[in-house]
């Protein structure tokens, strides 16, 4: 027989009007109704600035940013895309502005373009092109969704969009979906949908070549259906390809609210799949049965220096939350800018009002010393803590400075003249200038100690989780202070991974970022520990409190 070579199908995702509408839930959304009717998806990202990847971006600014196994610093996406559709993404899977002007320049220094005139077309967008094509080389894939950054009309995102039409024409056997997402405003004084701006964006994108097949129209009020007829005339597509999307109380319920009217039938049809029902029972547990049954709460407290932002610690938050739907728990964030601890000493009392603290990842001197007074304040009054990253290394400064009792104890990140440099930078990091793709990043294996809290947590001892941080626990230090209370429970090589406070309900640091890998269907085991000893607390009151 002869053989017969498998044809990723494309969807594309595009946005217009403005910024922040949900483009990657409405991404996810696709995928996941593709991925209940039996079909592969794999996720490509593709992002109009000129930076190589999310790795120097502030976090307040363009929110967290996401690592991948393989040690890819990523759009805040690419969060969701592994939360919502339990798949591994590839660093490969982003594609930049700034990656791709740079391999075009590096192979114009090389002479690989043999003396041409080097110009966006057909150069740059041969670039965008193979970078596409080499991600849909996975022999597994059904369907490629390639959501674009950006909204139509953005100026640096029209070379990725000719890109994308000339993908379809250079490969017409190839099944294509291309899906819109736009905003329906509902002024208040009108009391009624204006449908204009969707006109102008399909419009602008019909002059750039590219038609779209599906309109998902985002609105604070849901759309009637004469305002759904209105845009399928004026922006020349069917009734049915036009679906509402209104603000939801969880993103989680985006995918069937579209697939009700239709929609994960219609783009199989589109990309001529084969036609199966949909398998929803896994989504269904979690959005019909446990999330609107979330009827007891805790309050984990989150002292950080990124507070304006709220996708700045989107994966941490996301890891609470699991956590606390797999106990029956809902789970409220209380976002603490630690500078206030720094400036006014009885602030801290706030921490009373919370059931549990997590300090989560971050970089630079900036309400650094209002961390470790919060870890301090969850160690001395036993309230349940769970350091990441820098929370577990200002974990190990508080604890050398205020137990072991060496004062001048900090991080050279901080302080580079400390003397008691208990957190330091590796040696083969000190000579690094660039900042970007320069630090420990991805999977590493590590081994706990048996029989420890996380051992037991993981039920494992090897383990693997994702790393992001260049500062390490001095080696050299970890024997002056792993004699007390605290002990180093994991190792990498022999790099402190972890740490245990014995005699505390709960106090608990990682180096790496578990949150990562946490999904409502496999939350996090440090998250599921700090939960759980939040619960177990929280009981042990109540009893006691029935006993007087």
Same mark, same amino acid.
């Given at each position: 027989?002869p053989n017969t070579?498998?044809k990723?199908r494309y969807?594309?995702?595009l946005g217009?009007?403005?910024s922040g509408?949900?483009?990657?839930?409405?991404t996810?959304?696709?995928?996941?109704?593709?991925?209940?009717r039996g079909?592969?998806v794999?996720v490509?990202?593709i992002?109009?600035y000129?930076n190589?990847?999310a790795g120097?971006m502030n976090?307040?600014?363009?929110g967290?940013?996401?690592v991948t196994?393989?040690?890819g610093?990523?759009?805040?996406?690419?969060g969701?895309y592994?939360?919502?559709?339990s798949?591994n993404?590839?660093?490969?899977?982003?594609?930049?502005?700034?990656?791709?002007y740079l %391999? /075009?320049? +590096?192979?114009e220094?090389r002479?690989d373009?043999? !003396?041409?005139t080097?110009q &966006?077309?057909?150069?740059?967008?041969?670039?965008?092109?193979?970078?596409?094509?080499?991600?849909?080389?996975?022999?597994?894939?059904d369907?490629?969704l390639?959501e674009?950054g950006?909204t139509?009309?953005d100026?640096?995102s029209?070379?990725?969009?000719?890109a994308?039409r000339?993908?379809?024409?250079n490969?017409?056997?190839i099944?294509?979906?291309t899906?819109?997402l736009?905003?329906v405003?509902?002024?208040?004084?009108?009391?009624?949908?204006k449908?204009?701006p969707?006109?102008?964006?399909?419009r602008e994108?019909?002059?750039?070549g590219?038609?779209p097949?599906?309109?998902?129209c985002?609105s604070?009020?849901?759309?009637?259906?004469k305002?759904i007829?209105k845009?399928a005339d004026?922006?020349?597509?069917?009734?049915?390809a036009?679906?509402?999307?209104?603000?939801?109380? %969880? /993103?989680? +319920?985006a995918p069937?609210l579209l697939d009700?009217? !239709?929609?994960?039938e219609? &783009?199989g049809k589109?990309?001529?799949?084969?036609?199966?029902q949909?398998?929803?029972?896994k989504?269904?547990?979690l959005?019909?049965?446990t999330?609107p049954?979330?009827?007891k709460k805790?309050?984990i407290?989150v002292?950080g220096k990124?507070?304006?932002?709220?996708?700045?610690?989107i994966?941490?938050n996301?890891?609470l939350?699991?956590a606390g739907w797999?106990?029956?728990?809902?789970?409220e964030?209380?976002h603490i800018?630690?500078?206030?601890?720094e400036?006014?000493?009885?602030?801290i009392k706030?921490l009373?009002?919370?059931d549990?603290i997590l300090?989560?990842g971050?970089?630079?001197?900036?309400g650094t010393?209002?961390k470790?007074?919060?870890?301090?304040?969850a160690?001395e009054?036993?309230?349940?803590?769970?350091g990441?990253c820098?929370?577990f290394?200002l974990?190990?400064?508080?604890?050398?400075?205020n137990v072991?009792?060496?004062?001048?104890?900090?991080?050279t990140?901080?302080d580079?003249?400390?003397?008691?440099?208990i957190i330091d930078i590796?040696?083969?990091?000190k000579?690094i200038?660039?900042l970007?793709?320069?630090m420990r990043?991805g999977g590493?294996d590590i081994?706990?100690?048996?029989?420890?809290t996380?051992?037991?947590?993981y039920n494992?001892?090897?383990?693997?989780?994702?790393h992001r941080h260049r500062?390490?626990?001095?080696p050299?230090?970890?024997?002056?202070?792993n004699d007390g209370?605290?002990?180093?429970?994991?190792?990498?090589?022999?790099?402190a991974?972890t740490?245990?406070l014995l005699?505390?309900p709960y106090?608990?640091?990682?180096?790496?970022h578990?949150e990562?890998k946490?999904t409502?269907?496999?939350?996090?085991a440090?998250?599921?520990?700090?939960?759980k000893?939040?619960?177990e607390k929280?009981?042990l009151?109540?009893?006691s409190e029935?006993?007087?």
């Amino acid at each position: 027989m002869p053989n017969t070579v498998k044809k990723t199908r494309y969807v594309f995702i595009l946005g217009s009007v403005l910024s922040g509408l949900g483009k990657g839930i409405v991404t996810v959304s696709i995928g996941k109704n593709l991925q209940v009717r039996g079909h592969d998806v794999q996720v490509c990202k593709i992002d109009p600035y000129l930076n190589l990847d999310a790795g120097t971006m502030n976090p307040t600014e363009h929110g967290e940013t996401f690592v991948t196994q393989d040690g890819g610093e990523l759009d805040v996406d690419f969060g969701h895309y592994e939360r919502f559709l339990s798949i591994n993404v590839s660093k490969k899977q982003n594609i930049t502005t700034g990656q791709v002007y740079l %391999n /075009v320049i +590096e192979k114009e220094r090389r002479g690989d373009y043999l !003396g041409q005139t080097v110009q &966006v077309v057909p150069h740059v967008i041969n670039e965008i092109l193979r970078r596409v094509e080499e991600i849909d080389q996975n022999a597994d894939t059904d369907v490629l969704l390639v959501e674009v950054g950006g909204t139509i009309g953005d100026i640096e995102s029209y070379p990725f969009l000719e890109a994308l039409r000339q993908l379809q024409r250079n490969h017409p056997e190839i099944e294509v979906c291309t899906v819109l997402l736009t905003y329906v405003p509902f002024p208040d004084h009108l009391s009624e949908h204006k449908t204009k701006p969707a006109q102008h964006s399909v419009r602008e994108l019909r002059a750039a070549g590219i038609f779209p097949n599906i309109i998902v129209c985002r609105s604070d009020v849901s759309l009637t259906p004469k305002v759904i007829s209105k845009i399928a005339d004026f922006c020349d597509v069917p009734e049915h390809a036009v679906f509402d999307l209104p603000d939801l109380n %969880n /993103v989680f +319920e985006a995918p069937q609210l579209l697939d009700n009217q !239709g929609f994960g039938e219609l &783009v199989g049809k589109l990309l001529k799949l084969p036609a199966a029902q949909p398998e929803w029972t896994k989504m269904d547990k979690l959005v019909k049965y446990t999330l609107p049954n979330l009827d007891k709460k805790i309050v984990i407290g989150v002292p950080g220096k990124y507070t304006t932002l709220r996708d700045s610690y989107i994966s941490v938050n996301e890891a609470l939350k699991h956590a606390g739907w797999q106990m029956g728990y809902d789970v409220e964030l209380q976002h603490i800018n630690t500078e206030q601890f720094e400036k006014d000493e009885d602030f801290i009392k706030i921490l009373d009002e919370v059931d549990g603290i997590l300090v989560p990842g971050g970089f630079g001197d900036r309400g650094t010393e209002g961390k470790i007074k919060a870890i301090k304040y969850a160690r001395e009054n036993k309230i349940p803590f769970l350091g990441i990253c820098l929370g577990f290394q200002l974990a190990v400064v508080e604890y050398t400075r205020n137990v072991i009792g060496i004062q001048d104890a900090h991080s050279t990140e901080m302080d580079s003249t400390t003397e008691f440099p208990i957190i330091d930078i590796l040696p083969e990091q000190k000579n690094i200038t660039n900042l970007g793709g320069t630090m420990r990043l991805g999977g590493y294996d590590i081994t706990l100690t048996k029989n420890t809290t996380l051992a037991k947590l993981y039920n494992a001892i090897h383990i693997n989780e994702r790393h992001r941080h260049r500062y390490e626990v001095n080696p050299d230090l970890i024997e002056k202070i792993n004699d007390g209370e605290l002990k180093f429970t994991g190792f990498w090589n022999n790099l402190a991974e972890t740490f245990e406070l014995l005699g505390h309900p709960y106090f608990i640091g990682t180096q790496y970022h578990p949150e990562f890998k946490s999904t409502p269907w496999a939350p996090s085991a440090p998250y599921m520990g700090l939960i759980k000893a939040i619960i177990e607390k929280k009981n042990l009151k109540i009893k006691s409190e029935k006993k007087r």
